[in-house]
């Protein structure tokens, strides 16, 4: 929604907005961009008489704003629903889904048209550290989208990518999530085909080929041309790391190799570099240029976005709230830092997370690091610190924010890397923890 906000200014509208608990990078990115941002929903705020107001997904029935806004019959909307009515329409989208890695994916591909010098568009979920906005309306036919499953709005319950009408669409991967409006995988998968449907037949879809439920979305049927990635297996698109520390990529199209040094890591991100490079060939940039231009991306924020380096300490920031996602950073930071320690605060605020759907595999997902630090939300469920039980003495469960950066203080040493994984602000605990460090002074080990 901040990127909505972001467009419509662009677009010359005068935009003001409401949430609860708006912070960093988003709030940041809105204040500059001259957008105020009222906290709380109070039916007052509708006396400036807006001519449409544009309703997110977190907003439903009994909000006082909400009310509000139906009691007087203004005209409103879905963001989805504005977006392609007034951004989207007669432009080439390329639209990027799944699970897992749209915010990255989609980041990397609006950076290598915008390295080839086609100004795209776009609208992401996160901040493009290259761009420093979620947002741009850009200037020519391209417009990237990162494309949610979520529902649209309280009175739309269609996921969000199905206004979206892509002539290029990657799915990444797909797992069960959001429980909350989902009741199982295959409800998922249907929103998926939903999608598919409305792809044309002289358009693009690129899929991950390692991916079974991503396989049975193209069997339910697909009208358009499919071209496959993988990190693993023989594909159109296939690419490997050429070095032991994951820090120089290889892809492969055509029997055509391209290399490239690059400052992220993972399988994880390879496959979205992978997704990424066939999608940006679909807009006519050539894998050689499309490669070297990842050489020059600089990630975004809060995806494995390392904040500060204390001493031999780094602490990084991540968005990871997925129990498939916390593995794949772990794994990725163990790989390019052999033989550190790997320190773990998380925050398992998701709604998927709180129901206790992820109980069973939180605490494998967790298994590569070497401390974990928990802050326990309210409204867990009875089984969430049985199912941390399995890390033994390596976990440490908390309620209190404070107490979290406190013990994490005593036991972080010198070579850690410090990850703090949540979708939300985590109580500024990485903030802290970061000004504690530094007045500490050397650290133990």
Excluded at 312 to 322: C, K, R, S, T, V
Aim: hydrophobic share 40%.
């Amino acid at each position: 929604m901040g990127g909505i906000a972001a467009l419509a200014k662009a677009a010359g509208h005068q935009v003001t907005g409401c949430d609860a608990n708006v912070y960093p990078p988003m709030s940041t990115q809105l204040a500059d961009l001259g957008i105020d941002i009222i906290e709380g929903f109070e039916p007052g705020q509708l006396d400036i008489a807006p001519d449409y107001v544009v309703v997110g997904n977190a907003m439903s029935r009994g909000n006082p704003v909400v009310e509000e806004m139906l009691n007087r019959r203004i005209p409103y909307c879905s963001g989805p629903q504005w977006l392609s009515e007034h951004v989207l329409h007669k432009r080439h989208v390329l639209a990027v889904s799944g699970t897992h890695g749209k915010t990255t994916t989609s980041s990397m591909l609006a950076w290598i048209l915008e390295d080839a010098g086609l100004e795209p568009g776009f609208l992401i979920g996160g901040i493009p550290v290259d761009f420093g906005d979620s947002a741009r309306f850009g200037n020519s036919a391209f417009f990237v989208v990162e494309a949610d499953e979520y529902d649209t709005a309280f009175f739309d319950k269609r996921a969000k990518f199905v206004h979206y009408r892509p002539q290029t669409l990657v799915i990444n991967n797909l797992e069960f999530d959001h429980a909350d409006i989902y009741r199982d995988l295959d409800a998922i998968l249907w929103q998926f085909h939903q999608l598919m449907r409305t792809v044309p037949a002289n358009g693009r879809v690129i899929i991950n080929g390692d991916d079974a439920n991503v396989a049975r979305v193209i069997e339910q049927g697909c009208w358009t041309p499919v071209e496959c990635f993988s990190a693993s297996e023989k594909a159109e698109w296939s690419g490997r790391f050429a070095d032991k520390v994951e820090r120089r990529i290889a892809i492969t199209h055509d029997g055509v190799q391209n290399e490239a040094m690059w400052q992220l890591g993972g399988r994880h991100n390879l496959e979205n570099a992978l997704a990424a490079v066939a999608a940006a060939k679909s807009a006519g940039v050539e894998p050689a240029r499309a490669v070297d231009a990842l050489s020059r991306f600089g990630g975004v924020k809060r995806r494995m976005e390392r904040t500060a380096t204390i001493g031999d300490i780094a602490l990084y920031d991540d968005f990871a709230h997925h129990p498939t996602a916390i593995e794949r950073s772990i794994a990725g930071l163990r790989t390019r830092f052999p033989g550190k320690r790997i320190v773990v605060a998380l925050e398992p605020r998701s709604n998927t997370m709180r129901m206790g759907v992820h109980d069973s595999a939180l605490a494998a997902s967790l298994e590569g690091a070497g401390l974990v630090f928990v802050y326990r939300p309210e409204g867990m469920t009875a089984g969430f610190d049985e199912a941390l039980g399995a890390l033994g003495d390596r976990v440490v469960i908390t309620s209190d924010y404070d107490d979290l950066v406190a013990g994490m203080q005593e036991k972080v040493e010198d070579g850690d890397q410090v990850v703090f994984m949540s979708n939300g602000g985590f109580g500024a605990t990485r903030q802290k923890l970061t000004m504690s460090l530094r007045n500490r002074g050397p650290a133990p080990g």
